[in-house]
């Protein structure tokens, strides 16, 4: 009974050590970090610091944005017709795919002429991203300031750009971007993406839409003057 005894007092004796350990363990530790978060100082230096970090990472993000290029898609008008100022049903369906592949690039902004067939190619964009079309006037060319002010006021940003055979070409180079691509009167299919902070620009020329058929020639002739065998393609007009 003796042996009994001393066995129970024994596990009773082990049972509340291990409670003190446990209530040691758990508690004194959170009453410390309690006790640190509840010091004035550190409360204040904490609440001091937080603001401080937010304000710095916003003006580091904002600084980044700044100095980040714009990225200009420009294009000729979709598919005319004729010499109206409308667009075919080519080109609404010309104008639906430039909706579809710029929206995957999250344009922010979208600048055109005032003409129908300009807005036609720009209204189904502007439509989807729910933007508003910005006018600008084509002839004379905007001067190379202008291109600075809206890659700088659209930094980081996407901006779709839509214009004429005879004004494409030249926006891009006063991007910054170079190219001796020269438009034809039935080329509605290309595009050039300007990556440009309005002074330097790298560009490149795409195809979006449905690209037609490259022409053939109506009929081949040899000018007489020519050696044998060295042929002049006459293109159909």
Known sequence: MRDRAGSIREMVMKSRWCSVLWIVGVFVPSLLVSAVALNPAVVAQDAAAGPQLVAAGAQRAQTESRTAPA??????????D????????????????LRDFLLKQRVRAIYSTDTKRTMGTAQPTAAAAKLEIISYRPLPTPPKEWFAAIAKKHAGESVLIVGHSNTVVPFVRAL???????????????????????NEGQAVRINYG?????????????RPEEPAGRRRAVERK
Do not use: C, Q, W
């Not at 971007?177 to 990556?195: A, Q, R």
């Open 210 to 222: 449905e690209v037609p058929a490259e022409r053939t020639p109506e009929k081949r002739e040899t």
């Open 176 to 198: 910054g971007g170079k190219t001796d691509f020269e438009f034809t009167e039935d080329d509605y299919h290309p595009m050039f993406i300007v990556s440009s902070d309005g």
């Open 82 to 97: 004729g010499k109206k100022d409308a667009l075919t049903e080519d080109g609404n369906r010309r104008a639906e795919a």
């Open 71 to 80: 990225t200009f898609f420009l294009v000729r008008h979709a598919d005319r």
